[in-house]
């Protein structure tokens, strides 16, 4: 049964920090590229960050740039998201998201948690 469990979401006042967790289950982790996505009230949802399956690569938005970092631990099965900087327009619920290329693509969500930036 594949679980992606996020956790670490919150209220944290502007210029703080946050970070997220994200546990995987039921799949070969380290065989999948992935990814934290955002959702904030009334927008899509967009792509926050991505690592490459060994860690090797990572790509952001550019609305994070130099204040957000996507790591994992192969090991733990867990990817993790430090969020530092917070803005009010961070204010979101943050989904992880796994991806893999095989005979057809292999594409798993979890169930979000909230983030709150505000005084």
């Known amino acids: 049964h594949v679980q992606l469990v996020e956790s670490g979401g919150g209220l944290v006042q502007p210029g703080g920090s946050l970070r997220l967790s994200c546990a995987a289950s039921?799949?070969?982790?380290?065989?999948?590229?992935m990814n934290w996505y955002r959702q904030a009230p009334g927008k899509e949802r967009e792509l926050v960050a991505y690592?490459?399956?060994?860690?090797?690569?990572?790509n952001y938005a550019d609305s994070v740039k130099g204040r957000f970092t996507i790591s994992r631990d192969n090991a733990k099965n867990t990817v993790y998201l430090q969020m530092d900087s917070l803005k009010p327009e961070d204010t979101a619920i943050y989904y992880c998201n796994a991806v893999a290329l095989g005979d057809r693509k292999y594409d798993y969500w979890g169930q979000g948690t909230q983030v709150t930036v505000s005084s």
């Open positions: 690592i490459a399956r060994t860690g090797g690569s990572t």
């Open positions: 039921g799949f070969t982790f380290s065989l999948y590229a």
